[in-house]
């Protein structure tokens, strides 16, 4: 039995963490023994908890940033160092043989698996090369992925989008997110509806992801103003917890300019977003960091219509007419007019929910890249 301890960067349970915990509930327990690791208790630890994973806190600063804060990156190494020592400690005390990271954010269970001289894994979701890389290192991308490939005996990334960084670098795997696939959809229960001030026959459209600029929530939002000329009663459920409180303000702003405060309802975080999903008409993803799109996955599974920005990786999930529809981002009037495709023509609406679904059963399926995912580990002791 391989004893693994699994590295997060944040115990949130954003698309990287929910792939963490899936992988944890599915990982084959005859050959695995996982411990997670997470900065601070949260969301991420306790659902673990709850499926009978043991896990640790071993405190954790971001060693990767977004550009803009490129400067915390010193002082994020220097408070590093306990946390370093501390896990190496933790990794020949509990005899731990493999160690997995689950961003590129956060580098101490790299450097510790690297002191205590056990094998160390990487899981990548984010895109780091381009033109609009997620995270940026103050020594340059070239370094960053030189030290990466150093650190790891393998790496895998989630899309094509993530692991273009790494070249043709040996060693590197990309295994999308497995998705629990829910039965079709099929009406949502009137209790829900009525609690988020829904009526039967309004156009509901949805967002989903923690509400900062990368994630697109005011294109969606000036999508709507677009769409309530031919739609009167179009709503946009925004569904996330704020992170960027002054970009918040601004779509405050804006939604009171125009009038759309009947028109945009912030729900926050929710954990029934298959729940949800049945009372979209559509889905739309408008960011431009994203290196996959698991909400995008989940509402085809769903059989939900995705209008998604052909940026990142989405365009690897989203064929236009057939799994979902693309837009050209930022660009609200793309939204609006992908969301008047779907009105117009219910024969393009079945083609893409049918598309979607059978696109997500055949490759995205749990079970079948929780397998692939413990080949990779199993592949790391092998000498």
């Given at each position: 039995m391989i004893r693994a301890l699994f590295v997060s960067h944040s115990s949130e349970l954003n698309g990287a963490e929910r792939m963490l915990l899936d992988t944890l509930r599915r990982l084959d327990k005859g050959r695995f023994a996982p411990i997670l690791a997470v900065p601070c208790p949260g969301h991420l630890s306790k659902d673990a908890s709850a499926i009978g994973i043991e896990s640790t806190i071993f405190p954790m600063k971001w060693t990767l940033t977004e550009k803009s804060r490129v400067w915390k990156q010193l002082i994020s190494w220097a408070a590093n160092v306990p946390g370093v020592f501390r896990m190496t400690r933790f990794i020949g005390e509990r005899d731990i043989e493999l160690v997995v990271t689950n961003s590129a954010a956060c580098w101490t269970g790299a450097y510790a698996a690297r002191r205590a001289g056990v094998p160390h894994a990487w899981f990548v979701h984010e895109i780091l090369d381009g033109e609009r890389p997620l995270l940026v290192s103050a020594l340059g991308r070239k370094s960053l992925i030189r030290r990466m490939l150093s650190l790891s005996k393998r790496i895998v990334a989630s899309s094509r989008a993530s692991a273009r960084a790494f070249g043709d670098s040996a060693g590197v795997s990309i295994i999308g997110n497995g998705i629990e696939l829910p039965p079709p959809s099929g009406p949502s229960p009137d209790p829900l509806r009525e609690s988020l001030g829904l009526?039967?026959?309004?156009?509901?459209?949805?967002?989903?992801?923690?509400?900062?600029?990368?994630?697109?929530?005011?294109?969606?939002?000036r999508a709507t103003g677009l769409l309530r000329a031919i739609r009167p009663d179009v709503r946009l459920l925004v569904i996330g917890d704020v992170e960027d409180k002054s970009y918040f303000a601004e779509i405050r702003e804006e939604i009171k300019a125009a009038g759309l405060d009947r028109n945009v309802a912030f729900i926050g975080r929710r954990t029934d977003v298959f729940a949800l999903l049945p009372l979209l008409k559509a889905l739309i993803?408008?960011?431009?960091?994203?290196?996959?799109?698991?909400?995008?996955?989940?509402?085809?599974?769903?059989?939900?219509?995705?209008?998604?920005?052909?940026?990142?990786?989405?365009?690897?999930?989203?064929?236009?007419?057939?799994?979902?529809?693309?837009?050209?981002?930022?660009?609200?009037?793309?939204?609006?007019?992908?969301?008047?495709?779907?009105?117009?023509?219910?024969?393009?609406?079945?083609?893409?929910?049918?598309?979607?679904?059978?696109?997500?059963?055949?490759?995205?399926n749990l079970d079948v890249q929780v397998r692939k995912i413990e080949r990779v580990l199993e592949e790391c002791l092998e000498p």
């Open positions: 009526g039967r026959e309004e156009l509901v459209l949805g967002i989903i992801g923690k509400i900062y600029p990368g994630k697109g929530q005011k294109e969606a939002v993803i408008a960011s431009s960091v994203d290196s996959l799109g698991r909400a995008g996955l989940e509402a085809m599974a769903a059989g939900i219509p995705v209008i998604a920005a052909a940026r990142g990786g989405l365009p690897e999930i989203i064929a236009d007419g057939r799994t979902g529809l693309l837009f050209d981002p930022p660009d609200p009037e793309g939204i609006a007019a992908a969301v008047r495709r779907i009105l117009d023509n219910p024969a393009l609406e079945r083609a893409i929910i049918e598309g979607g679904r059978r696109f997500v059963e055949a490759n995205f």
